[in-house]
């Protein structure tokens, strides 16, 4: 597998990884027809970062849920790495959740009584790799999140910073084109977030694509680009000229022990 | 999603659920084991009574005399005085497919030795008896035609006999007194044990036919003739050939009823097969019946187990799962716990057989059929039952599945 960022698409569409147009979703809620989203049109390149904010309501949730292929638009097209998503079958969709996502969410959502590295290998069970391989790529996701020591402990014996991480891990074990982060901080202590926050910009520059859910403007700061939802569509679209860096807001922050739940 | 990686899961995701797992096997474990061990009961039975009716010989035919006719009043079998020595050869000489014959005469009484006495039948028989009823002698010798044709005042005593009135030595060579007729015992016969109908076979004391009927009854005609056919196919031919043997020899006329009949031991053998045929399907539905709720134990179990994972669905369909992974994994649970419990009921069904045949004396065969039965059947249900649950998993929508709580 190449990759994220190998093959036709990124050349074919000049380093537009998402291209975005006219979105609307539209849900049912019993007898109500409710218009999450009214016509988004966007365009992210590669190795952006992004923050995506907005209200609960916004519809930023949705906008996220279709951006990873999780759910499909009622109108509107999304080509992501030049392939039109919005018209793939349930099991294509998979496949490209599979190949070109990573996802990481509020609530880490790892697999409980799993060990970190067999949660990290759960995306690659569902490609085609061998067993060595998958172990070697898995270890390697571990380490890049730098919890290489801790491959074999269980989420229940990791803090809660350390299961986002073996999160971020797992979203980045099959090189996707794009993280995509639903409040990956929500559940997170200050010093926490910005350690996670960390380790998306040090991803961001190695060249990963981030888009990042948040409604704290704290944590939106360490991101390049902030588009802001309201009523289902985009109120403000602005580049973050100078973000700050993770690295040096930790070390401006009151030194705390790490939590280690036994 | 390679099989060997879903199995690696299935086996894990059981593991996680020790107890609950063990438990929805047990109902497996218990429909399985209750159908080997019955279907071992049940052809255990059906083999032993098998082994009864071929210990009378397979291919034997009993030609007995028919009822007396007396105006209109009708005597029952055997009451007829039609058998005779001249019919036996005539049968022995005119019927090819027979194959060994004797005629059968029968006495009772009181038998004497020494202080020792016990009452029992005397069979009058030929010197081919033992041959056609497949017996043997324990020790000693049987009777010759020699003292068949002088009526030898000899006689061969059965097991039971012997060890009643020679608790302590060996009864060959000395003399007991039938009916006050003094007779030297010349052998004594191997132990046959009960025939079909629970009767001691080995309760009886064997004499030339000639001794019993000029010594000890003085009745002239024949109580049976016991013949062997040549073979078992051959049995209806030689029932056919007796048959028109005697109708002739004995001037019935065309429309009337035979006065003999004909017994042959493979219709009372498929009578007895087929009673415990019956027995044997009876007993392993009714065992099927809890292997059936061993099922529904499972569907039950995936049920939950589906809603209860509901989140970790939602995860793997994040990550990539297809429906059709989703749908193979909880299908694999299902079909290890089956299987497992399928496994462990049939090793449990084979030692419970083997206790059955040890502690309460009754014969039990395992059939290669029976395990493969069972091992089929435990598939066959991890499958059924587990497709409902697994595909209930595999249709639930990826974001419904992530925020279900």
Redo the contacts between chains.
């Keep these: 597998m190449t990759g994220a960022h190998g093959g036709e698409s990124p050349a074919a569409n000049n380093g537009r990884l998402i291209q975005i147009d006219h979105l609307v979703k539209t849900y049912m809620l019993g007898e109500v027809e409710v218009h999450a989203l009214r016509g988004v049109s966007l365009e992210v390149r590669n190795g952006e970062f992004v923050a995506i904010m907005g209200a609960s309501g916004s519809g930023k949730s949705t906008f996220m849920?279709i951006l990873?292929c999780?759910?499909k638009p009622t109108k509107g097209s999304y080509v992501l790495d030049g392939i039109d998503v919005s018209r793939l079958t349930?099991?294509e969709l998979?496949?490209i959740?599979?190949?070109k996502l990573g996802?990481v969410?509020q609530g880490f959502?790892?697999?409980s009584?799993?060990s970190a590295i067999e949660n990290v290998e759960?995306?690659l069970?569902?490609?085609t790799s061998s067993l060595k391989d998958r172990e070697e790529r898995a270890v390697r996701a571990l380490n890049m999140v730098g919890l290489g020591d801790r491959v074999h402990h269980y989420p229940n014996q990791l803090s809660g910073g350390q299961q986002q991480r073996v999160a971020i891990a797992?979203a980045l074990v099959?090189d996707p084109s794009i993280v995509l982060a639903d409040e990956p901080t929500g559940n997170l202590d200050s010093r926490t977030s910005v350690e996670v926050m960390g380790i998306f910009q040090e991803l961001n520059e190695k060249g990963i694509t981030i888009i990042l859910v948040t409604h704290e403007p704290d944590i939106a700061q360490f991101a390049n680009r902030h588009i802001i939802f309201r009523d289902g569509k985009i109120k403000s679209d602005r580049a973050n000229t100078s973000p700050k860096r993770a690295s040096e807001v930790i070390s401006e922050l009151p030194a705390v022990d790490e939590e280690e739940p036994a | 999603?390679k099989i060997l990686?879903i199995l690696i899961?299935a086996f894990?995701a059981l593991q996680?659920n020790k107890m609950r797992s063990f438990l929805t096997m047990l109902g497996i474990i218990i429909g399985v084991a209750a159908v080997i061990a019955m279907l071992a009961i049940g052809q255990g039975a059906q083999y032993s009574v098998e082994q009864q009716i071929s210990s009378l010989g397979t291919n034997v035919l009993i030609v007995y005399p028919g009822s007396q006719n007396t105006a209109g009043v009708r005597g029952g079998a055997g009451t007829t005085t039609t058998l005779t020595e001249d019919d036996c050869i005539a049968i022995q000489r005119e019927c090819p497919a027979v194959g060994l014959l004797s005629p059968g005469t029968r006495a009772g009484g009181q038998i004497i030795a020494g202080n020792m006495n016990w009452a029992t039948g005397i069979e009058g028989t030929g010197s081919d008896y033992l041959e056609i009823r497949k017996w043997g002698i324990e020790y000693g010798d049987f009777y010759t035609d020699a003292d068949i044709k002088s009526a030898s005042k000899v006689c061969v005593l059965g097991k039971t006999v012997a060890d009643a009135l020679f608790p302590d030595g060996s009864p060959v060579g000395q003399t007991v007194r039938i009916r006050n007729v003094p007779c030297k015992v010349l052998g004594v016969l191997t132990k046959k044990g009960q025939n079909a109908m629970g009767q001691d076979q080995d309760d009886v004391v064997l004499a030339p036919w000639t001794t019993v009927k000029r010594r000890l009854t003085w009745f002239p005609y024949l109580r049976q003739i016991l013949v062997s056919a040549t073979s078992p196919s051959n049995i209806p031919v030689a029932q056919a050939q007796i048959t028109e043997l005697l109708r002739m020899r004995h001037k019935i006329a065309p429309y009337d009823a035979d006065d003999f009949s004909i017994r042959n031991q493979a219709d009372l053998a498929n009578a007895a097969t087929a009673t415990t045929q019956i027995l044997t399907i009876l007993l392993a539905s009714i065992a099927s019946v809890s292997l059936l709720v061993g099922g529904i134990g499972i569907m039950n179990i995936m049920l939950v187990s589906v809603t209860e994972r509901t989140?970790?669905i939602?995860?793997?369909?994040?990550?990539?799962?297809?429906?059709?992974?989703i749908l193979t994994q909880f299908l694999i649970e299902a079909l290890v716990l089956s299987l497992l419990g399928g496994i462990t009921g049939i090793i449990l069904g084979v030692g419970g057989s083997g206790a059955i045949s040890s502690l309460a004396k009754w014969p039990t065969i395992i059939t290669f059929f029976s395990i493969l039965l069972s091992f089929g059947f435990s598939i066959a249900i991890g499958i059924f039952f587990g497709f409902y649950p697994a595909r209930k998993a595999a249709m639930l929508n990826?974001?419904d599945a992530?925020r279900y709580e």
């Design positions: 849920n990873g999780l759910d349930r099991d998979a496949r959740r599979n190949n996802f969410f959502n790892l697999l009584r799993t759960l995306p069970l569902y490609g797992r099959n | 999603m990686n899961s894990r996680r989140r970790e939602g995860i793997r369909m994040s990550v990539g799962a297809r429906s059709r992974d990826p974001i992530l």
